[in-house]
């Protein structure tokens, strides 16, 4: 069982948290921070903040971890593109 905080991390996950290299001091809170907001359940700046890190501290993280996030769902990169050819048709 893994509950945060209570030291509860199994034996055998807590030899494979110990064995990755990560830039990071709290191995354990990482890889919880990051499995929700991998899952997106947070965000990028709540994670940031429970890592106690920078927005963009968080992301050049993310990078050399060579974790790939992207910020907006499919959905939203659509109303993004719709948009952009909106303002630059109306322009041309």
Known sequence: ???????CVSFGLKEV???ERVPYPDKERLFIVLGL???????????????????????????KLGIEYD??????????VNAYRKVFKGGA
Do not use: N
């Open 1 to 7: 069982m893994l509950f945060y905080g209570c030291g």
């Open 17 to 19: 948290i110990e064995r």
């Open 37 to 63: 907001l991998l899952t997106g359940r947070i965000s990028t700046g709540k994670a940031a903040e429970l890592l106690d890190l920078r927005v963009d501290e968080l992301w050049l993280l993310l990078r």
């Open 71 to 80: 910020l907006l769902d499919e959905e939203e990169i659509e109303e993004e």
